[in-house]
């Protein structure tokens, strides 16, 4: 007597939550895998964070008084640097603007890196606002609900909202486009199209609420410019295109895959113009101080010129217009795209000099002289240095590790929990028909 024929149960379909979970954990713990150059960056990048990190529980231990800030100076390096890395985020998102509201081709392929820069950017700058605060615990009372959140009297509120929320649509835009790559299915243009044109706006918003978290400071006088918002998009538009260019060429090196030629004659273009509005902002700031003079000028004529013998950020001013004319004059090379020695040098050149420009030159000479006209030099102590360094470490890792997770997919190296490889069509990093 045989037996009566077994009828195939049909697979239960797994939920697409769960897909794009087990998504993430493979990307993430593939993205970890790599040559010998790889270990070699992420091992001394996690060396130089671990340094940051012990330097930050020091700080957290003994207090602020490890830091050189003071009652007069109250903000310094971090937020010198969380200034400029909201403006790099904002910067990074520029190939979207040519990319989506003037349909430019070229910078389809690159948008992702951009999109990619923008997380990293925003994760080092909440770190750095974290560690100015001296006792984490105490950033509860900026939460809604639990403190008192002052919305929308405080601009510092609206700093927290635009932050947070450009991290979330760029997350999503990131992490929706290349799971659809993953999984080989064309996105949907409904489920992303609107972030995206909802994060050029962002964009824009997180470095003006910034400048205007500024200059509504009545009592410090060097901030009251209406022109510093204006200064800092100029200076983003430059230092994010300048970031991305190097980094084209970096994954270009490793990868062995010439792509982006294109966006970045258009990247070349966009910084050409930027970087000359920006410093004619600073020459405009500069003429209207020293000009027409005024009971306020005190703290530019210590920037540019040093006050009363005093002169702690004079090199610092004067070595970031240096590096900024010289870049200027490197860009307006013809050509300068085919020649990639004087192409990096005139990036490297234009991030550092605004760095400088937005964050010494910027963000400390605002509370010199104090309000009580007192002279009280700021100079960033070695725990600052350490601490700052170790974040930069923790978002170049992020940032290593993101720009990996996207060229295994792109490059059909990501496997799915079965071992499967991902069966996209082509290999190059663009995302898909009319995405990023």
Known sequence: MSDPAVIPVPATPVPEWRQYLRFA?????????????????????????????????????DGMALTAMSDHVSWGLYIANFTFLVGLAAGGVMMVIPAYLYHDEKMHDIVIIGELLAIAAIIMSIMFVVCDLGRPYRFWHMMP???????????????????????????????????????????????????????????????????????GLGGRPFWNTALLAPRFLASAFVSGPAFIIVAIQIIRWQ??????????????????????????????????????????????????????????????????????????ILFMQPRINRRPLLLNTACLLAFVGLWIEKGMGMIIPAFIPSTLHEIVEYRPSLTEWKITA???????????????????????????????????????????????
């Open 255 to 328: 990868t062995g895959r010439m792509f982006g030629e294109g966006a970045i004659r258009t990247l070349v273009s966009i910084v050409r113009i930027t970087i000359l509005i920006s410093l004619l902002m600073v020459v405009s700031e500069i003429f209207v101080e020293f000009y027409t003079g005024g009971s306020h000028t005190g703290a530019a004529k210590y920037l540019y010129f040093g006050l009363h013998g005093y002169h702690e950020l004079v090199p610092w001013i004067w070595t970031s217009i240096v590096f900024t004319v010289v870049a200027v």
């Open 390 to 436: 170790g974040i930069w470490a923790l978002g170049f890792m992020i940032y290593t590790l993101l720009l990996k997770i996207t060229i295994n997919i792109h490059s059909r190296k990501l496997k799915d929990a079965s071992g499967a490889r991902t069966i996209t069509p082509e290999d190059s990093l663009a995302m898909g028909d009319g995405g990023v």
């Open 25 to 61: 954990w493979n990307a993430f713990s593939q993205s970890v895998e790599g040559g010998w150059k790889f270990y070699v960056w992420m091992t001394l990048l996690t060396a130089v964070f671990l340094v940051g990190a012990n330097a930050w529980a020091v700080q957290v231990r």
């Open 145 to 215: 609900g639990l403190g008192k959140f002052n919305f929308p009297v405080s601009m510092l509120t609206w700093d927290v909202i635009v932050l947070n929320g450009y991290f979330a649509i760029n997350v999503y835009i990131c992490g929706y486009l290349l799971y659809k790559r993953f999984r080989a299915q064309p996105p949907v243009a409904k489920m992303y199209l609107p972030a995206v044109f909802l994060s050029i706006v962002w964009a824009i918003s997180i470095h003006t609420v910034t400048a205007f978290l500024y200059c």
